[in-house]
């Protein structure tokens, strides 16, 4: 399975994105989709994941802000980020698997089994 994230950009502070994560291979029907994002400097962070029966979780920072759609038919996966502050500066990954996960491994890296090439968001005025 080949994931591709897209949707970056340059963007002022208070502005939107979109990023985009597609699957080509299989559909994303049962996956577990997680953005995850590494600011320069920092390790990478868990952004958001949403799973398979279309529950979300998020982590503080991108909670009110960053919301999830998905269109399975072409197995693709949202993430629309609002109201965006310099501090979401980073490269955003979107991964996957299809294997089931509880609730609190969403957040896990090492759950995930494949990645996208990461795409570039930069939030300055």
């Known amino acids: 399975v080949q994931l591709q994230a897209s949707g970056g950009g340059l963007v002022q502070p208070g502005g939107s994105l979109r990023l985009s994560c597609a699957a080509s291979?299989?559909?994303?029907?049962?996956?577990?989709v997680g953005w995850f994002r590494q600011a320069p400097g920092k390790e990478r962070d868990f952004v958001a994941a949403?799973?398979?029966?279309?529950?979300?979780n998020f982590a503080d920072g991108a909670k009110g802000r960053f919301t999830f759609s998905r269109d399975t038919a072409k197995s693709t996966v949202y993430l629309q980020m609002n109201n965006l502050k310099p501090e979401d500066t980073a490269i955003y990954y979107c991964?996957?698997?299809?294997?089931?996960?509880?609730?609190?491994?969403?957040?896990?890296?090492?759950?995930?089994?494949?990645w996208g090439q990461g795409t570039q968001v930069t939030v300055s005025s």
């Open positions: 991964a996957a698997t299809w294997r089931r996960l509880i609730t609190s491994s969403v957040r896990v890296e090492a759950e995930y089994d494949d």
């Open positions: 291979g299989r559909t994303f029907s049962r996956a577990t």
């Open positions: 949403i799973r398979s029966d279309g529950s979300t």
